[in-house]
């Protein structure tokens, strides 16, 4: 006995670590060596960028007299972005409540799980390209529908953890009250998720309007055809200007629209006794 | 006690409604109104949308018809799809653990890096990938070279984001102990909050890893490599049914590569 107990303890093997970092190794090993690049364009690289960024701030600078131009492009950008996302939030709402376990049965929400993963697996310009020019014609309604069905899926997901996660003592509440299905859902659970699922619709937007910026490039609207355009006929003066617009718009409604957010979730927080999913939450994607 | 008694019968007086509601509909409405019109936005008309379906109607008979023969010649730029991603992923992922460091309030000290630094980040994080691919093809010429470097910025906006703020949150325990035995900066950082995020750091770079596959579909629109070239490409001659095959074979890469990437993660945190 005293022999055992003052043996030292072994040290937790690390055979399984060891060799998943080989794998990783071997796979990135893998694509170092087979990808399909020449050693001196790598060294070219530093060269290039400080020609480009010349030619766009220091040379002929950004050309203000494109300024008008690209706000609106841009503007039309945002707009796009929201109405994805007042698609993808009015759609995933409902899809939501049918992919929460607790609230729908098991085989439901499996199957609505496994709908918004496959409709997150498509990228909002692939949905571009594949469906929504074919059918809306190039321009920005077809960049608001691409973004708003690829919304769905990561909104929808979202939601109905969010859901998952309820207390149930409202749900009881309501029911023991005598409420139908449909109010269980309004006033048991509706009033302790609506916050946070509004906090995500925000962030999806900000996300979004990073996804509008670049639809253009394919002609689904918005600044990115601007900058393509300008980027392809070697107008770098008025692609350092477009950037600068997509850059300053971007942080001004990841500004706006993250005050809003913590404004939800702090007021949902001073509400709510119990405790409420931390804001890490708001982080996409983590199971 | 007989003074409480009057006070309890009383009715609890009922908060009053807050105006953050209304306001927030109504600022909800009029900017929906605004970007769904004619003259201000995007001309938004369901009417003629569902009109649009009807005429769409012989594409997408062709998109459900894929042609399978074109699969061989996909294969290529397929891998080299799944290539762009891991070396984007690795490098990116390699710069961002250090610069995490420098963009958190617990590990950098010096108020002029920390602000430097995000500010730096945020300019960084505004650009898309697809926009930072359009920038180095510009720079680099078309291939996988800018593909990888537009990876690169994309997954160092994200990771270090992400694992700044769980820097932010770690237990401040092990930094004054390790501060208490004499420990530096740096070796603080090493031994007390390093051993705290790294699972969270090894999450994030998967979760960057996915985006990545994702992201890197798309970057060949642009000339940045791989498979997003092709699909353009098959796009602009109207082959619905090739586009179609590199779609769902998208579909299938982008699944497969999320369920190891979800099995990982939960076996590390």
Known sequence: ?287 | MTAAAPARTSRPVKPRRSMAIPIGLAVFVVITWLALSEQFGIGFDLVALIEDIARGRGILAELLSPNWSFVPRTAEPMIETVQIAILGAVIGCSIALPVSFLASRVTARNRGVLGVTRTVLSVVRAIPDILWALLFVAAVGIGVLPGILALVFFNIGVVVKLLSETIDGVDSGPIEAARASGANGFQSVRWAVLPQVLPNYVAYSLYAFELNIRASTVLGVVGAGGIGNMLFTQYRFFNWSNVSVIVIELFVLVILIELVSIQLRRRLV
């Open chain 1, 1 to 287: 006995m005293t022999a055992v107990a003052q043996a030292r303890p072994k040290p937790p093997s690390g055979l399984r670590r060891n060799v998943a970092l080989l794998l990783a190794a071997l796979v990135v090993g893998w694509a170092a060596l087979t990808i399909d690049i020449r050693l001196g364009a790598i060294l070219e690289v530093p060269g290039g960028l400080a020609r480009i960024f010349g030619l766009m701030f220091l040379g002929k600078g950004p050309e203000w007299s494109y300024l008008g131009r690209a706000v609106e492009a841009m503007v039309e950008s945002i707009w796009i972005a929201w109405i994805g996302t007042v698609i993808g939030a009015i759609l995933s709402l409902p899809v939501g409540f049918f992919g929460a376990k607790n609230v729908s049965s098991g085989l439901i929400s499996n199957v609505v799980r496994l709908f918004l993963n496959a409709i997150r697996a498509f990228p909002e310009i692939v949905l571009a390209i594949a469906i929504f020019i074919p059918i809306a014609g190039l321009g920005p309604v077809a960049g608001a529908l691409a973004i708003g069905i690829h919304s769905i899926g990561t909104l929808g997901k979202l939601t109905a953890e969010v859901i998952e996660g309820i207390d149930p003592g409202p749900v009881e509440a309501t029911r023991a009250v005598g409420g139908r299905p449909l109010q269980i859902q309004r006033w048991g659970v509706l009033p302790q998720v609506l916050p946070e699922i509004v906090a995500f619709w925000l962030y999806r937007f900000e996300i979004n309007i990073r996804a509008a910026a670049v639809l253009g490039v394919v002609g689904a609207g918005g600044i990115g055809f601007v900058l393509s355009q300008a980027i392809a006929f070697a107008r770098y003066d008025r692609a350092a200007t477009a950037i600068l617009v997509v850059v300053i718009a971007t942080i001004m409604v990841d500004t706006v629209s993250g005050r809003v957010r913590r404004r939800i979730i702090e007021g949902a927080e001073a509400r709510a006794v119990s405790e409420v999913e931390q804001p890490e939450v708001l982080v996409p994607s983590r199971p």
